[in-house]
């Protein structure tokens, strides 16, 4: 509240209505006007209600109106300074409209945008400023200017262009055990033959994120305790991939083992195999280091029951036995590479090859044979005519040159022979023949491309399992051989329980009698046949198999033999709990037919 003085005394004077002194001048004379007015009416009754205006009343109206009209321009200040300005592009050159140009610091507040020429105007008090442009498509410009006092200050700034967003894909992997089916954490995920860098590495569960410009990329997984994995991805423009990866964890260190002797082509206690051979003693461990021996071995030692002699391959090497010094001889029949006439013997490991006659010649029993590839030559890879020798994950193939004799694995003679987790392929005459031997099990063996060889074609069966007679075979499968995939060439009394023949040349299942013999008849049960015919004669025990069922198609899962999921049933086969308990281990109500039991 103010108070004015009239002849004396104080009169007050209310000011609520008091405007911005900056105001239009409009405003400025009513701020004026109404104190004015309230004191000539207050000037009034003290002078005993005077009529007349007061001449030096009059004077003051008259200032005070010349003060408000000849005022300054609306939105400047007394002492204030003018910043024109323009924001061009920085390539064209050309202004750049709707860049926002704002004063930094606590105490500036002026905020202006350019026009559609670039042009901007700022009224400021004189000073030193810190101003920021901004707009959506180009860089930040930050710049200091200083205004001086009733000045006008002309600028020019440019920006450059935002680099052009580039079209970005995403990448969501999981990398997961490949047996547990769990995440992997802290696998490393990198590019290789890429000109973009980025190494990620899994999260506790197993994920991992890639955002990368579309294309294709060689990705690899690499873990401490995992097998390397390399895969192909082709990422599409703006769009997420998602997969999910396994890998196979490494194999368990070799275990220590205690070598008797050592046979090595340098520094070893022998530098043949036969040298060992000569003195092994029941117990013994033979162990042979890496390197291609040349010799053909005889083992006539034996070992004992819970006492063999073993000869192995040493952990994590290679070692080849190459019979090629010798010239094939079909009349005379060269022994095998490896030739054992002993009895409890262990091989393992070994790979033999070029042999003049059978690779593998084993005539003693209750030896073991395993982990052992016998391939290229002259005869078969495995023959056999002792009994109640173990066969087990051995692989057996190419073994052609003697066309009608070039089994995989042969059975000359001799019975109780076990054949487990062995695998013969494109071999000349048949993949398993039993021959005459008899008593002798097939288990979870596999045979394919067998019967064509460069000297002649010979039989061309996966499974032959007579004459003798009296084998069984189960869970093994037969595909794409010349002639039959299991054949008893007349033999009889064999058993087949949950093996799958699929697409062999003549028949998937075989089984014939010989006019002038007692035929006891065969028994097959929970047998799978696709691709091909059946051929059965006699009596025989048939029951549960896929065409006693009249199941026409068990729906697989693939027919490729490279997909993991080749000959197995799908989840809606009809094949699936159709078979009947003969003592085999299954899963579900009831065995499935053939010999991939489902597992959901």
Known sequence: MHRVSWN??????????????????????????????????????????????????????????????????????????RLLGTIQDESTGTGISSAQVSLLGPEAKSIVKTDKEGKFQMDLPPGLYEVKVTHSRYQTLNRYFKMQENKTR??????????????????????????????????????????????????????????????????????????????????????????????EPLPPPPPKIKCDYTV???????????????????????????????EYVEFTRNGEEGQPITFLVYPGETVVIDGSDRAPDPDHRPPGVLLAKSNYLIIRGFEVTQGASDGILIVGSHNVLEGVRSYDNYNSGVNISGTANLVADVVAWNNNLSAGDSDGFHVLGGSKNIFRNCISFGNADDGYDMWKS????????????????????????????????????QFCVAYNNRSRGFENNFGDQNKLYNNTGFNNGLDNFCHRRTSGKTYKGETLINN?????????????????????????????????????????????????????????????????????????
């Not at 000011?15 to 409009?26: E, G, K």
């Open 528 to 600: 799978l046949s696709y691709g091909s015919t059946i051929k059965l004669e006699g009596k025989n025990v048939s029951r549960n198999n896929s065409w006693n069922l009249k199941i026409d198609d068990p729906g697989f899962i693939s027919l490729d033999p490279k997909s993991p999921g080749f000959l197995h049933l799908s989840p809606k086969s009809p094949a699936i709990d159709a078979g009947v308990d003969v003592g085999l281990p299954f899963e579900g109500s009831a065995p499935d037919l053939g010999a991939f039991e489902y597992l959901p």
């Open 8 to 81: 004396g005394k104080h009169a007050p004077i209310q000011d609520t209505f008091l405007l911005d002194p900056r105001s239009a001048p409009v405003g400025r004379f009513l701020n004026l006007w109404i104190p004015i007015k309230k004191g000539v009416k207050q000037m009034n009754r003290d002078r005993g209600n005077y009529k007349g205006w007061n001449p030096l009343l009059l004077l003051t109206i008259f200032a005070f109106l010349a003060g408000i009209f000849v005022s300054e321009a609306p939105g400047a200040t007394k002492n204030s300074a």
């Open 154 to 247: 002309q600028a020019i700034w440019t920006l450059k262009p935002l680099a052009p967003s580039k079209p970005k894909s995403t990448l969501l992997g999981t990398i997961q055990d490949e047996k547990t089916k769990l995440g992997i954490s802290s696998a490393r995920v990198s590019l290789l033959e890429s000109n973009v860098q980025s190494v990620v590495d899994t999260d506790k569960e197993g994920k991992f994120r890639m955002d990368l410009p579309p294309g294709l990329y060689k990705v690899e997984v690499t873990h401490s305790l995992y097998q390397t994995l390399n895969q192909e991805i082709k990422l599409q423009d703006n769009k997420t991939s998602q997969v999910t990866w396994t890998l």
């Open 438 to 473: 008899t008593g002798n099990l097939l288990e979870n063996c596999l045979a394919y491309g067998n019967g064509w060889g460069p000297n002649g074609n010979g039989d061309g069966n996966g499974f032959k399992l007579g004459p003798g007679g009296g084998n069984t075979a």
């Open 264 to 294: 090595a082509k340098k520094g070893g206690d022998f530098s043949t195999l036969q040298a060992a051979a000569d003195i092994a003693q029941p117990g013994d461990i033979v162990c042979v280091r890496a390197g291609k021996y040349k």
